[in-house]
């Protein structure tokens, strides 16, 4: 446990690291930003960032990687819509690997390799799940796209004029979809 | 930054630009191209629309219709472009006091940098308000200042090329014209209106979205922006009767067009036809029987919202003087409207002297509680918020508000009755009297801070659906929050536009909450005379609380 004892120390210097190296995915102007502004409602996408990294980190200090912490979900499905390679919006999981091992130091990780193997296929794990997620969420917008068009919104520029009735007909079809279909 | 690099890491496979502005730039803002891709920007106006549109107003405020391909380096542009929007663009310097102000007056003090939507759910710095008006300043400058002709660049001044162009039509169409920025700029800047500026200059030379223009077409030729036929508007409505039977044991049967009228009745089309609209449109209905209101709606103005405000002020004008024609010609004496967003902007701020003064109409009176409504006296038209919570004041509306049992709501202030015409208080008021539980999200998301549903301004359609929730991030984060402390599973607002987007927004952020008008809920608690014994669900079918009837929920 030498291992996970010193990611639960240096757990706040890697959090930051991790943070810093996921905001470089940003402009560096809104990157400032994202970092700066605190209050959660005045800045949704750093505050879960911020608080993603820190909550998994010290789940995985703990050896709890059955879930993700709710504030990653939400960030995941933040990168699930800002046109990011799916590598891209979900590769900053495996940083978490090499920002543990320089900030505890690689001596330390040699001297203890069979914990840090458990640790990387940790990490793994979460890595893994971030991936179901993103792709969830993406699925998820088929489906509101789909749900929209159903609505009778999308009728407005595309010429359609239904009666009252082929409307309340849709609207009737309650089908659970299944959209398959890969990014 | 960061200590790891890239490709240190060799962890992210992808290398190519990812942003919707063509990846994070690594030059100058001047220098930076827009890139289009699918999925970042709505598809082009179809010619045929245009060109009925470029007929029907004086010439020039539309350009010739063309064919285009946005991701294409070729727009098929008319040959003298540049100077059509220079001059253009002088016109309006000259005709708009407030852009030439807005266009000097700006200090880079950054108080609006952080505060838009699209560049907090992007990060792209070219979504902060200061460099959106940037982007049309900085041509100003070079045509029209004498540092920007002498200095250049080092003045922050370019001149007009194809690549600005692309700039301008990727910027302007992620505005929402909320003015959420506004309320913070110490100079009162009014970013909506920079933005309003540059969509009528791209339309100069026809560039534009078909979202925003069909339903111009569409109001201008048939009424509303879905261009319903009367009859099938009528018989819309009917189906809205028929539910609302069904539900409550009450038969309505409303009246169209017709003359002598004490009130014209305006909503948003969406009302009529679309999902949750129709469910607040059976709200109305049942309000007017409820009180036994001397109203009519019209097929000819059947349309509140103006979509002409998205593209130029002639456009707006026009539809909006619809609605006044109409009330001249069936001899009302003032305008109700409904829940509308940009609707209120155009009569409260624009309106009268845009279209006014409405001297043939009276200022606005109660028939049932004797309110004169003083602050409409210029544009002769109400609120139906403002109509229902004077009504509750003075106690002239039976209503059960244990039928709204079933939700717990939250207020989502909509950008435009809040920032445009202050109506914060009247919703809050009805929902008093209407619902046991309703929370407040945070201060800095409602009321004049509130954030935008993020697919205003003629952005609400399928193709950029992605782009809509990364903007409706900041909202649906703020319900997200209220939802998860005291268990909120209705938004309440009061604009079409919100309806229809918030409900994709909560479908994708928050999915425990639906979204609903207020005249829908206010519908739900009315106890109507000669009504079912029991009312056992909603106007959506849903059950209503202890219910045990066999809802379609």
Known sequence: MILREALAENRVIIAEKWLDSILTSYHEDGARFFKKQKDRFAN??????????ERTV?????????DLPPELVQFIKLRAVQTFKPSEAIGFMYELKQISAKVCGMDLMA??????????ADIDKLALQAFDLFMADRELIYKIKLEEFKSGNAGTANGGCPSGA????????????????DC | MADIKADELGTRVARDPSMMTGGVPTKEWMDTEAVFKPGNYCYQGKPEVVDYLRKELPPGVFGPAHEWDIESDDWNLPDNWKEIIVNGLKERLDK?????IFMDCCVRCGACADKCHFFLGTGDPKNMPVMRAELMRSVYRHEFTKAGKILGRMAGARPMTFKVLKEWFMYY???????????????GIDTAEITMMGRELLHLVAVNINWVLEPVYNSSRTGNHMGLQPHTLKENVEYLCEDIEEITGVKITPSWNRKGAEILFITPSADFFAEPGIYTCMGYLLLFEHLGLDYTFSTYASEGGNFGSFTNNEMMKKLNGKMYAEAERLGVKWILGGECGHMWRVVHQYMSTMTGPADF???????????????????????????????????KLKLDKSRNDHRIVTFHDSCNPARAMGLLEEPRYILDHIVNKHYEMPENTIREKTFCCGSGTGLNTGEI????????????????????????????????????????????????????????????ALIMDGEKEVRETGLRFEALAGSEGDADV
């Open chain 1, 58 to 66: 010290e789940r995985l200090a703990a050896g709890e990687v059955s």
């Open chain 2, 96 to 100: 708009f006091r407030s852009l030439k």
């Open chain 1, 166 to 181: 082929v409307l309340r007909k849709h609207n009737a079809e309650k089908i659970e979809l299944k959209v398959i279909r």
């Open chain 2, 361 to 395: 109409l009276e200022a606005p009176k109660s028939p049932i509680t004797g309110t004169v409504f003083e602050n409409a006296a210029a544009t002769k038209m109400v609120h139906i918020s403002e109509f229902t919570a004077d009504l509750i004041h003075h106690g």
């Open chain 2, 465 to 524: 659906m992605e782009l809509r929730m990364r903007a409706g991030l900041p909202r649906a984060n703020a319900v997200q929050y209220v939802h998860d402390k005291y268990d909120v599973n209705t938004m309440a607002c009061v604009c079409a536009i919100d309806r229809a987007t918030l409900s994709a927004l909560m479908g994708y952020w928050v999915p425990d909450v639906e979204v609903c008008g207020i005249s829908e809920m206010v519908g739900n």
């Open chain 1, 111 to 120: 001297a203890n390799f069979s914990e840090w193997q458990a640790i990387e």
């Open chain 2, 173 to 187: 169409y992620q505005c929402t014209e909320c003015r959420r920025c506004s309320v913070f700029c110490p100079y």
């Open chain 1, 44 to 53: 949704p996408l750093g505050y879960n960032a911020r608080m993603g990294a």
